[in-house]
Protein backbone atom coordinates (compact mmCIF):
# COMPACT_ATOMS: atom_id res chain seq x y z
CA UNK A 1 0.00 0.00 0.00
CA UNK A 2 1.76 2.95 -1.08
CA UNK A 3 1.86 6.31 1.00
CA UNK A 4 -1.12 8.13 -0.33
CA UNK A 5 -3.23 5.53 0.26
CA UNK A 6 -2.20 4.99 3.72
CA UNK A 7 -2.56 8.48 4.47
CA UNK A 8 -6.70 8.13 3.13
CA UNK A 9 -6.63 4.80 4.92
CA UNK A 10 -6.31 6.72 8.05
CA UNK A 11 -9.27 9.23 7.83
CA UNK A 12 -12.23 7.81 9.94
CA UNK A 13 -14.96 10.17 11.30
CA UNK A 14 -15.53 10.56 15.03
CA UNK A 15 -18.14 12.31 17.01
CA UNK A 16 -20.38 12.86 13.92
CA UNK A 17 -23.99 14.90 13.62
CA UNK A 18 -25.66 14.00 10.80
CA UNK A 19 -28.69 16.03 9.60
CA UNK A 20 -30.98 15.76 6.60
CA UNK A 21 -32.27 19.69 5.65
CA UNK A 22 -35.92 19.57 4.06
CA UNK A 23 -36.25 23.30 3.38
CA UNK A 24 -38.21 25.61 1.23
CA UNK A 25 -37.46 28.87 -0.04
CA UNK A 26 -37.51 31.49 1.51
CA UNK A 27 -34.61 29.95 4.17
CA UNK A 28 -30.80 30.58 5.04
CA UNK A 29 -28.46 29.14 7.47
CA UNK A 30 -25.08 29.26 8.83
CA UNK A 31 -22.47 27.14 9.98
CA UNK A 32 -19.87 28.81 12.10
CA UNK A 33 -19.05 26.50 15.28
CA UNK A 34 -14.89 25.64 13.90
CA UNK A 35 -13.61 22.51 15.02
CA UNK A 36 -15.13 20.41 13.08
CA UNK A 37 -14.94 19.03 9.51
CA UNK A 38 -17.75 19.57 7.48
CA UNK A 39 -19.04 17.30 4.36
CA UNK A 40 -22.48 18.75 2.61
CA UNK A 41 -24.71 17.21 -0.23
CA UNK A 42 -27.61 18.63 -2.31
CA UNK A 43 -29.16 15.73 -2.75
CA UNK A 44 -32.24 17.42 -4.08
CA UNK A 45 -32.74 21.63 -5.71
CA UNK A 46 -30.33 24.24 -5.92
CA UNK A 47 -28.97 26.60 -3.39
CA UNK A 48 -25.65 29.06 -2.87
CA UNK A 49 -22.88 28.84 -0.97
CA UNK A 50 -21.49 31.55 0.68
CA UNK A 51 -17.84 31.39 2.21
CA UNK A 52 -14.75 33.24 2.79
CA UNK A 53 -12.66 30.16 0.48
CA UNK A 54 -14.34 31.79 -2.64
CA UNK A 55 -14.60 35.20 -3.85
CA UNK A 56 -18.31 35.16 -5.02
CA UNK A 57 -21.42 33.04 -3.80
CA UNK A 58 -21.22 29.93 -5.36
CA UNK A 59 -24.47 28.21 -7.36
CA UNK A 60 -24.83 24.28 -6.28
CA UNK A 61 -27.26 21.63 -7.56
CA UNK A 62 -28.61 18.27 -7.39
CA UNK A 63 -25.96 15.71 -6.97
CA UNK A 64 -22.97 18.86 -6.04
CA UNK A 65 -20.87 18.20 -2.79
CA UNK A 66 -18.74 19.95 -0.95
CA UNK A 67 -15.86 19.55 1.99
CA UNK A 68 -14.92 22.34 4.20
CA UNK A 69 -11.66 20.85 5.81
CA UNK A 70 -10.85 24.03 8.64
CA UNK A 71 -13.85 24.59 9.95
CA UNK A 72 -14.63 28.17 8.49
CA UNK A 73 -18.02 29.82 8.78
CA UNK A 74 -19.68 28.99 5.53
CA UNK A 75 -23.96 29.70 4.63
CA UNK A 76 -26.27 27.69 2.40
CA UNK A 77 -29.70 29.48 1.20
CA UNK A 78 -32.13 29.64 -1.56
CA UNK A 79 -30.83 33.00 -3.22
CA UNK A 80 -27.03 34.34 -2.51
CA UNK A 81 -28.89 37.12 -0.85
CA UNK A 82 -31.30 35.46 1.34
CA UNK A 83 -31.07 35.93 5.33
CA UNK A 84 -29.78 33.13 7.22
CA UNK A 85 -30.18 31.90 10.73
CA UNK A 86 -27.89 30.16 13.43
CA UNK A 87 -27.96 26.38 12.79
CA UNK A 88 -27.76 25.96 16.31
CA UNK A 89 -31.26 27.97 16.08
CA UNK A 90 -32.60 25.40 14.35
CA UNK A 91 -32.24 22.72 16.92
CA UNK A 92 -35.26 22.71 18.51
CA UNK A 93 -36.97 21.46 15.12
CA UNK A 94 -34.97 18.45 14.98
CA UNK A 95 -36.34 15.06 14.49
CA UNK A 96 -33.65 12.47 15.19
CA UNK A 97 -31.94 13.11 11.60
CA UNK A 98 -34.52 15.70 10.10
CA UNK A 99 -34.70 19.66 10.22
CA UNK A 100 -37.43 21.23 8.36
CA UNK A 101 -37.79 24.76 7.78
CA UNK A 102 -38.50 27.75 5.51
CA UNK A 103 -41.29 29.36 4.06
CA UNK A 104 -43.85 28.03 1.20
CA UNK A 105 -41.64 28.09 -2.14
CA UNK A 106 -39.32 25.42 -3.85
CA UNK A 107 -38.24 23.05 -1.67
CA UNK A 108 -34.37 21.73 -1.57
CA UNK A 109 -32.74 18.44 0.32
CA UNK A 110 -29.48 19.07 1.67
CA UNK A 111 -27.51 16.18 3.70
CA UNK A 112 -25.07 17.84 6.18
CA UNK A 113 -22.40 15.75 7.97
CA UNK A 114 -19.98 17.47 10.78
CA UNK A 115 -17.17 15.64 11.90
CA UNK A 116 -14.13 15.24 13.97
CA UNK A 117 -11.41 13.45 12.80
CA UNK A 118 -9.95 10.71 14.50
CA UNK A 119 -6.53 11.89 12.75
CA UNK A 120 -5.89 15.49 12.62
CA UNK A 121 -2.65 16.22 12.98
CA UNK A 122 -0.92 18.67 10.83
CA UNK A 123 1.38 16.57 8.91
CA UNK A 124 -1.23 13.95 8.27
CA UNK A 125 -3.67 14.58 4.86
CA UNK A 126 -6.07 17.08 5.92
CA UNK A 127 -2.98 19.23 6.70
CA UNK A 128 -1.77 19.45 2.95
CA UNK A 129 -5.26 19.89 1.43
CA UNK A 130 -7.33 23.10 0.50
CA UNK A 131 -9.36 24.34 3.05
CA UNK A 132 -12.55 23.85 0.95
CA UNK A 133 -13.16 21.49 -1.76
CA UNK A 134 -16.02 21.51 -4.39
CA UNK A 135 -16.73 18.26 -6.35
CA UNK A 136 -18.88 18.69 -8.70
CA UNK A 137 -22.19 16.63 -10.01
CA UNK A 138 -20.79 16.93 -13.62
CA UNK A 139 -17.36 15.20 -14.93
CA UNK A 140 -15.40 12.58 -14.48
CA UNK A 141 -15.55 11.85 -10.71
CA UNK A 142 -16.79 8.40 -10.42
CA UNK A 143 -19.05 5.57 -9.92
CA UNK A 144 -18.24 4.76 -6.14
CA UNK A 145 -19.01 8.83 -5.23
CA UNK A 146 -22.73 9.14 -7.44
CA UNK A 147 -23.85 5.31 -5.78
CA UNK A 148 -22.31 6.73 -2.38
CA UNK A 149 -24.43 10.08 -2.67
CA UNK A 150 -27.66 7.94 -3.87
CA UNK A 151 -26.96 5.65 -1.09
CA UNK A 152 -26.52 8.16 1.82
CA UNK A 153 -29.37 10.44 0.59
CA UNK A 154 -31.86 6.99 0.55
CA UNK A 155 -30.58 6.28 4.21
CA UNK A 156 -30.96 9.36 5.55
CA UNK A 157 -34.27 9.36 5.38
CA UNK A 158 -34.27 7.75 8.92
CA UNK A 159 -35.19 3.81 8.91
CA UNK A 160 -35.24 1.49 11.29
CA UNK A 161 -31.11 1.02 11.53
CA UNK A 162 -30.43 3.60 9.10
CA UNK A 163 -27.49 5.10 11.62
CA UNK A 164 -24.40 2.85 11.44
CA UNK A 165 -25.15 2.75 7.99
CA UNK A 166 -25.32 6.54 7.38
CA UNK A 167 -22.00 6.64 9.43
CA UNK A 168 -20.27 4.38 7.34
CA UNK A 169 -21.71 6.02 4.02
CA UNK A 170 -20.73 9.12 5.19
CA UNK A 171 -17.16 7.70 5.79
CA UNK A 172 -16.58 5.86 2.52
CA UNK A 173 -17.91 9.20 1.24
CA UNK A 174 -15.96 11.72 2.55
CA UNK A 175 -12.85 9.91 1.56
CA UNK A 176 -13.85 9.09 -1.69
CA UNK A 177 -14.11 12.97 -1.88
CA UNK A 178 -10.71 13.28 -0.75
CA UNK A 179 -9.06 10.71 -3.33
CA UNK A 180 -10.52 12.71 -6.35
CA UNK A 181 -9.65 15.93 -5.21
CA UNK A 182 -6.02 14.26 -5.37
CA UNK A 183 -6.74 12.67 -8.10
CA UNK A 184 -8.31 15.61 -10.37
CA UNK A 185 -6.47 18.33 -9.24
CA UNK A 186 -2.31 19.41 -9.22
CA UNK A 187 -0.61 18.24 -6.14
CA UNK A 188 0.74 21.23 -3.84
CA UNK A 189 4.62 22.76 -3.93
CA UNK A 190 5.14 22.11 -0.39
CA UNK A 191 3.49 19.31 2.29
CA UNK A 192 3.43 15.93 2.06
CA UNK A 193 1.73 15.78 -0.67
CA UNK A 194 4.49 17.33 -2.49
CA UNK A 195 6.93 14.79 -0.75
CA UNK A 196 4.23 12.12 -2.38
CA UNK A 197 4.95 13.56 -5.62
CA UNK A 198 8.85 13.46 -5.67
CA UNK A 199 9.60 10.18 -6.56
CA UNK A 200 12.15 9.88 -4.03
CA UNK A 201 11.30 10.89 -1.04
CA UNK A 202 8.04 8.63 -1.94
CA UNK A 203 10.09 5.55 -1.51
CA UNK A 204 10.88 6.69 1.97
CA UNK A 205 7.68 7.58 2.74
CA UNK A 206 6.41 4.40 1.69
CA UNK A 207 9.26 2.47 3.85
CA UNK A 208 7.94 4.68 6.58
CA UNK A 209 4.36 4.07 6.22
CA UNK A 210 4.70 0.42 6.13
CA UNK A 211 6.94 -0.15 8.68
CA UNK A 212 5.92 2.34 11.58
CA UNK A 213 7.37 0.25 14.01
CA UNK A 214 11.07 -0.03 12.61
CA UNK A 215 13.83 2.33 14.05
CA UNK A 216 14.66 4.04 11.02
CA UNK A 217 17.64 6.46 10.97
CA UNK A 218 17.93 8.86 8.39
CA UNK A 219 20.79 7.13 6.75
CA UNK A 220 18.60 4.33 6.25
CA UNK A 221 15.37 6.42 4.68
CA UNK A 222 17.85 8.10 2.56
CA UNK A 223 19.07 4.93 1.05
CA UNK A 224 15.96 4.28 -0.03
CA UNK A 225 15.35 7.15 -1.51
CA UNK A 226 18.94 6.86 -3.55
CA UNK A 227 20.11 10.17 -2.13
CA UNK A 228 22.93 11.09 0.57
CA UNK A 229 21.93 12.03 3.94
CA UNK A 230 22.49 15.53 3.56
CA UNK A 231 20.88 15.79 0.42
CA UNK A 232 17.63 14.01 1.91
CA UNK A 233 17.22 15.33 4.79
CA UNK A 234 17.34 18.64 3.17
CA UNK A 235 15.23 18.10 0.37
CA UNK A 236 12.73 16.81 2.95
CA UNK A 237 12.28 19.41 5.30
CA UNK A 238 11.99 21.71 2.29
CA UNK A 239 9.32 19.36 0.95
CA UNK A 240 7.49 17.78 3.58
CA UNK A 241 7.76 21.05 5.99
CA UNK A 242 9.23 19.14 8.82
CA UNK A 243 12.43 16.86 9.12
CA UNK A 244 12.07 13.07 8.27
CA UNK A 245 12.42 11.90 12.04
CA UNK A 246 10.33 14.48 12.66
CA UNK A 247 7.39 13.53 10.67
CA UNK A 248 7.52 9.76 11.38
CA UNK A 249 7.01 10.74 15.25
CA UNK A 250 4.11 12.84 14.48
CA UNK A 251 2.70 9.74 11.87
CA UNK A 252 3.30 7.69 14.62
CA UNK A 253 1.58 9.12 17.26
CA UNK A 254 -1.47 9.76 14.98
CA UNK A 255 -1.62 5.93 14.98
CA UNK A 256 -1.14 5.92 18.66
CA UNK A 257 -4.57 8.12 19.04
CA UNK A 258 -6.54 5.59 16.79
CA UNK A 259 -4.78 2.41 19.14
CA UNK A 260 -5.56 4.12 22.28
CA UNK A 261 -9.16 5.06 21.26
CA UNK A 262 -9.62 1.30 20.20
CA UNK A 263 -8.76 0.22 24.21
CA UNK A 264 -5.43 -1.36 22.69
CA UNK A 265 -2.97 -1.34 26.12
CA UNK A 266 -0.04 0.99 26.36
CA UNK A 267 2.82 -1.17 25.64
CA UNK A 268 0.88 -3.01 22.76
CA UNK A 269 0.14 0.04 21.49
CA UNK A 270 3.95 1.28 22.25
CA UNK A 271 5.50 -1.64 20.22
CA UNK A 272 3.27 -1.58 17.15
CA UNK A 273 4.16 1.89 16.73
CA UNK A 274 8.17 1.79 17.26
CA UNK A 275 8.69 2.22 20.50
CA UNK A 276 10.86 -0.18 22.92
CA UNK A 277 9.36 0.86 26.23
CA UNK A 278 6.08 2.50 27.39
CA UNK A 279 8.62 5.53 29.23
CA UNK A 280 9.53 6.56 26.14
CA UNK A 281 6.43 6.23 24.36
CA UNK A 282 4.77 8.27 26.67
CA UNK A 283 7.75 11.27 26.40
CA UNK A 284 6.90 10.95 22.83
CA UNK A 285 3.20 11.17 23.01
CA UNK A 286 3.23 13.66 25.58
CA UNK A 287 5.43 15.97 23.50
CA UNK A 288 2.97 15.84 20.27
CA UNK A 289 0.24 15.82 21.77
CA UNK A 290 0.24 17.99 24.41
CA UNK A 291 -1.65 15.34 26.86
CA UNK A 292 -0.29 11.79 28.22
CA UNK A 293 -1.85 8.69 26.92
CA UNK A 294 -3.79 7.97 30.06
CA UNK A 295 -5.45 11.13 29.47
CA UNK A 296 -5.83 11.18 26.20
CA UNK A 297 -7.67 7.56 26.64
CA UNK A 298 -9.68 9.02 29.36
CA UNK A 299 -10.58 12.44 26.98
CA UNK A 300 -11.74 10.07 23.77
CA UNK A 301 -14.03 7.85 26.41
CA UNK A 302 -15.96 10.90 28.14
CA UNK A 303 -15.90 12.65 24.16
CA UNK A 304 -17.54 9.19 23.04
CA UNK A 305 -20.07 9.07 25.81
CA UNK A 306 -21.32 12.41 25.48
CA UNK A 307 -21.60 12.26 21.93
CA UNK A 308 -18.85 15.46 21.53
CA UNK A 309 -19.57 18.98 20.65
CA UNK A 310 -21.48 18.89 17.09
CA UNK A 311 -22.80 21.36 14.79
CA UNK A 312 -24.11 21.35 11.22
Known amino acids: MDSLSRLIGSLRIENALYTRFEVTAPWGHRVTHRGQVKLVLVARGTCWLRTAALPSPLELHTGDLFLVLDGAPYSVSDRATSRCVDCADLEPRREELLIRYGGDGAGITLVSVAMEL ?62 YYVRQNELPKHGVLAAIADTRLRRALDAMHDDMAHAWTVEELASRAGMSRASFASKFRATAGVPPLEYLTERRIGAARALLGEGVTLAEVASRVGYDSTVSFARAFRRVAQVTPGAFRRQARRSVASGGRQDH
Not at 162 to 172: F, G, H, N, T
Request: no cysteine; proline share 5%; net charge negative.
Open 118 to 179: AEDDTSGLVGALPPFIHVRREGDRGDSIHALTELLRDEMRGDLGSLPIVRRLAEALFISAVR
